[in-house]
């Protein structure tokens, strides 16, 4: 459940990308579609782990990330109706991801141990999405 409400702002940052520009909305899209393959992953291990089949584990995984097609429908209309929409639209998607890494994933990998490690990778991953976007 956590992962399917974590994908509304995912798909809306996608569709307010787009409303930005193809380009924006490209490397919104391929942004997020690459850390969507290891979070679809971990969602399908999870699931299996509980003692649901494979084939299940995997539609489960799949449904969680359909929320997102929803969402970039919705950024799309948002930001069509005014142009101070796509400033506000990506702050606020932006925003809400950045909370659910900072207030649930950093801590947990924290007490897990090796936290300075995973935060530095956290560190790099998020510098290599603003050094595209900001390459735009």
């Not at 299940?56 to 097609?69: D, M, N, R, S, V």
């Amino acid at each position: 459940v956590a992962i399917a409400a974590h994908n509304l702002p995912e798909g809306f940052a996608v569709g307010a990308g787009f409303g930005g520009g193809s380009d924006f909305g490209w490397v919104t899209a391929l942004s997020i579609g690459i850390q969507n393959v290891p979070e679809g992953l971990i969602v399908a291990t999870a699931l299996w782990s509980l003692g649901m089949s494979r084939l299940k584990a995997g539609i489960g995984a799949l449904l969680t990330g359909l929320i997102e097609p929803l969402g970039a429908a919705v950024g799309v209309l948002v930001i069509g109706t005014t142009p101070v929409a796509l400033p506000l639209s990506l702050g606020l998607a932006g925003g809400a991801m950045l909370f659910v890494v900072f207030d649930e994933l950093l801590p947990e990998a924290m007490v897990r141990g090796r936290g300075i490690g995973r935060f530095g990778l956290f560190a790099a991953g998020f510098a290599a999405v603003a050094g595209l976007v900001g390459g735009l």
